[in-house]
């Protein structure tokens, strides 16, 4: 079985490296060996709601268009009964084990969806100016702060975008199958300023 540290990113062909300058305007990295998990349930269900507090956050996200951070697991908003989940890929099968007891008498649904994206992280000064570039929705901070997320079209792949703090740093969740075209868009969009390109 391959384990979560030798998988291969749907970025590898990128030959991602450290590389640019140290004083660069936009960051762009990958973050790798995430484990990602849909879960499916009623926020009306008691059972439900106990058990993903106690397993996930005390701030189970029931507000649209948000996401929470405890415990080492981040948990996001998708739909009135839909969250993604995000762990250390190495931890996701235990999550995955413990969610599973607990929720076997509710009405809900739990699935491994680690392959179906990767990550990508955009930071500095100018990020939003280039998210803008391909992007319809208005992310300016006084409306799309830290800890909100949206499902948009980044250029022509559909994401997941999450503010995750002030600096401003955004995580972009897309598609496997779209990660090698949205990545080429980021670095070209991103073409008249500074970028550094981490490992």
Request: include cysteine.
């Amino acid at each position: 079985m391959i384990g979560p540290a030798t998988k291969t990113s749907p970025l590898a062909t990128k030959l991602i490296s450290n590389k640019g300058p140290i004083d660069a305007e936009i960051t762009l990295k990958e973050n790798k060996h995430v484990g990602k998990m849909i879960l499916r349930g009623s926020l009306s269900e008691k059972k439900f709601v106990t058990s993903t507090k106690k397993h996930l956050s005390q701030q189970f996200p029931a507000s649209p268009n948000s996401f929470y951070d405890d415990n080492k697991v981040r948990v996001i908003w998708l739909g009135p009964d839909e969250w993604l989940i995000l762990s250390d890929a190495a931890e996701l099968d235990s999550l995955k084990d413990n969610l599973t007891r607990a929720l076997i008498k509710s009405h809900s649904a739990l699935v491994d969806v680690s392959d179906n994206s990767t990550i990508v992280e955009i930071k500095g000064r100018y990020s939003r100016e280039i998210l803008m570039k391909g992007c319809s929705l208005d992310i300016h901070p006084s409306v799309f702060q830290t800890g909100c997320s949206a499902q948009i079209d980044l250029g022509l792949a559909n994401i997941i975008l999450l503010k995750t703090a002030d600096e401003p740093i955004y995580q972009i969740i897309v598609r496997a199958s779209f990660a090698s075209y949205l990545w080429d868009w980021l670095v070209d969009a991103a073409h008249e300023f500074k970028v550094r390109i981490e490992k």
